[in-house]
């Protein structure tokens, strides 16, 4: 039989290193990314600003890779429509490490106003619809002088989104009071500017919900999780999601990652960042050292140790239960206000008029996956 990879043929005559490059480059659409970007498109377009959302899931999920994502399409999408190149429609930036274990709010604006291009500002766009200064009476330890440039970078640019990668490092501070000072520092840049920020982060971004109830109406989160093996359509997803990694490998005969789908759950917990970073592994020992496919041997050397991985699994394990411990009381909190039964009236209501509304196709969903790579 002749197993070569027809799908490569035009990458037969490249580089070992061009080959690398390729594979480590393809991105899988797979289902549950794409319902978290799509969430949050729609939360951006419904959004009437100045509002925060966190995302939240599992290290190796591809919560960078979402935020990547966004600010490309966004970045794109303004391109194509618009006239002006000095605004910014998004802009995103990775937050920093704290500094001796506290986070730098200085070197955090003067990122992101670097990010912004801050020095080239056109003073004169939209002088006219400069708004009053503020006279803000802000904590000094959150660098007034360069909130009030960014806040100003963000009116002059028309800046509507701005994201913010491995945000649970604002959280490095002495206490809880601090915390409370962190995210009262963004609510305000939010509000004086009309701007969304997306904060995406670690399940440790949860700690922001439980130090302020008044948080909840200006916050919202947005849960990207792992696939769930024990939930059919998740674990026929992350299947096929190998099965499409498998496809792109760029060796010369066809690797069989599908009959190993157990072992790559073991070792990735079903984070498609995990499994692809181990893969991509693989991909570049097989191509430096001439072999023809990816064995299980390699996939066992290159695999995530079950020390490391246990530590990633009970983190996502506690992150998941307060996941669904703040769903049960918000289920809990509508049961007792009537509104559970309310809307199960409205639901059977609407049936009877024959709108099905919220109700979903019996059929399941395809869980195609649509490859993108950069
Ligand atoms: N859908 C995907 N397809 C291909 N590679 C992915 C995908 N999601 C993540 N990765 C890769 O996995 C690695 C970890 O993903 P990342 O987005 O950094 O995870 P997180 O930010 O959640 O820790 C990165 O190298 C990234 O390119
Ligand atoms: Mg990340």
Known sequence: MNN????????????????????????????????TYLEIREKIRESAGGKIYLVYGPTGVGKSTLYNKLKNTVTKSHQMTNVHSSLIPIVGLELPAPDNGKFNWKDFYRRILREMNEPLIDKKIKKDHHPKKFIPNYLPSTAPELRESLENSIIYRETKIILLDEAQHLLKVASGKNIQDQMDALKSIANLTGAIIVMFGTYELMDFFDLNGQLGRRTEEIHFPRYNINVKEEADAFINVIATFQ????????????????????????????????????????????????????????????????????????????????????????????????????????????????????????????????
């Open 247 to 374: 496809t792109h490998i760029p060796l010369k005969n066809n690797s069989d990652l599908s009959s190993h789908w157990e072992f790559l759950y073991e070792r990735s917990i079903g984070c498609i960042g995990i499994l692809k970073e181990w893969l991509d592994n693989c991909v570049k020992e097989a191509l430096n050292n001439n072999e023809n496919s990816i064995t299980i041997k390699l996939l066992e050397k290159h695999a995530p140790t079950p020390k490391k991985v246990l530590k990633i699994a009970n983190e996502v394990l506690d992150g998941e239960k307060n996941v669904k411990d703040m769903e049960n009381q918000r289920s809990l909190l509508r049961d007792k206000l009537g509104l559970n039964k309310l809307s199960k009236v409205s639901a059977e209501s609407s049936k009877k008029k024959g709108k099905d509304v919220g109700k979903r196709n019996p059929t399941r969903d395809i869980v195609g996956i649509v490859e993108d790579g950069a």
């Open 4 to 35: 070569s990879n027809t799908f490569l043929i035009d990458l037969n005559d490249a580089s070992i290193e061009e080959k690398k490059k390729y594979f480590i480059e393809r991105t899988a659409n797979h289902p549950l990314l794409s319902k």
